[in-house]
């Protein structure tokens, strides 16, 4: 079983930056694949990027060049550092973790672009 609690949302004008945090409970977070996911209002949560064990990521197109996903299995945490923030990249983040079948989900939480 995992926890996760993620942080770092916030409303940011367009062309600014943040970072998100999920920080994972539980033991072996080094196995999970870990994945940052939005939704937006009247949107299907979407992939937005992802990290393996082994370190190998992969971004949405939209966020491509943009976004950074990264951990750090010594703090049991993944970021998602984000640049060149638009209005079409609000939504509510999440974070899962990812392992065999099983998958978690944080709460969420919610990155506001506007000016």
């Known amino acids: 079983q995992v926890q996760l609690v993620e942080s770092g949302g916030g409303l940011v004008q367009p062309g600014g930056s943040l970072r998100l945090s999920c920080a994972a409970s539980g033991s072996r977070f080094s196995i999970y694949t870990m994945g940052w996911y939005r939704q937006a209002p009247g949107k299907q949560r979407e992939l937005v990027a992802a990290i393996t064990s082994g370190g190998y990521t992969n971004y949405a197109g939209s966020v491509k060049g943009r976004f950074t996903i990264s951990r750090d299995n010594a703090k049991n945490t993944v970021y998602l550092q984000m640049n060149n923030l638009k209005p079409d990249d609000t939504a509510v983040y999440y974070c899962?973790?990812?392992?065999?079948?099983?998958?978690?989900w944080g709460q969420g939480t919610q990155v506001t672009v506007s000016s």
């Open positions: 899962k973790a990812s392992w065999g079948r099983a998958d978690y």
